[in-house]
């Protein structure tokens, strides 16, 4: 399908494809967004870089009829309005984002795996900087801020994820987080506080927000590789991600 537009995910707009149509995430307005399977087949035929800001589920399906150029056109500058779509090529990422791997045999930290050490005085400053730190990411910014810094810390430091260090200390984050807060429903606070507190012992491992159609819901975790730092396989098994970094 060819126009003499051009269409283009913006930068701050990630996308996940179903077996119904796709959910859209801004980042900048910390939303989601789901379109049909006419607009799916329209952002996969026209968005310039689609394959590189769009995951697909397992059940995703591909073979939707193609539409005629004009109602293609007119469903693309519906979705440019509304801020989803952009007819200027984006600007270079500002994070990397990364490949999620939950199709292997999966292993989660304090089921299947832990390593046990002793609490420092300095664990539990970091900890508590690291939860103040997801408080307000979670109030006041936007998930774009969030991955931008994430993403930028990540980048710069450039190590190898050390698995038996990330153990270690996912252990004494589990240990030090009830005497703080509880995990249950609170996801995305949970997950950024994690990632904030082994960043803070230069363990830097994939921060992954999923989401799924039926029943709709979105999920945020934590994993490198086939290793879940916060979630067991059951937890994640249902979600697409639709962010990685």
């Known amino acids: 399908m060819h126009t003499e537009k051009a269409y283009w995910l913006p930068a701050h707009v990630r996308a996940c494809s179903t077996a119904t149509g796709t959910v859209l995430l801004d980042l900048r307005r910390n939303r989601y967004f789901g379109v049909g399977r006419k607009e799916t087949a329209v952002l996969r035929s026209l968005a310039g870089n689609w394959q590189n800001f769009a995951t697909a589920a397992p059940a995703f399906a591909a073979d939707a009829e193609p539409l005629p150029l004009e109602d293609a056109v007119r469903i693309a500058d519906k979705l440019v309005d509304a801020g989803l779509l952009s007819n200027s090529a984006p600007e270079p990422a500002v994070f990397t984002p990364a490949q999620v791997d939950l199709d292997s045999l999966l292993t989660s ?94 363990v830097y491992p994939t921060w992954v927000i999923g989401v799924r159609t039926k029943p709709w819901a979105a999920h945020s975790w934590v994993q490198q590789g086939t290793l879940l730092l916060d979630a067991n396989p059951e937890q994640v098994c249902e979600y697409t991600p639709i962010l990685a970094i």
């Not at 832990?114 to 103040?132: D, G, K, N, P, Y």
């Not at 009830?178 to 507190?197: E, I, N, S, Y």
Request: aromatic share 10%; net charge positive.
């Open 109 to 202: 930290v304090g089921h299947e795996v832990e390593r046990t050490a002793s609490i420092r005085w300095r664990h539990l400053v970091e900890f508590m900087r690291a939860c103040s730190w997801a408080r307000r990411s979670v109030r006041s910014r936007t998930l774009y801020v969030v991955a931008e810094e994430i993403g930028q810390q990540k980048n710069a430091a450039g190590a190898p994820f050390d698995a038996e260090r990330a153990i270690e200390l996912v252990g004494i984050f589990r240990r030090l987080r009830p005497h703080t807060f509880a995990a249950r429903d609170q996801c995305l606070f949970h997950a950024l506080a994690l990632v904030r507190f082994l960043a803070s012992h230069s």
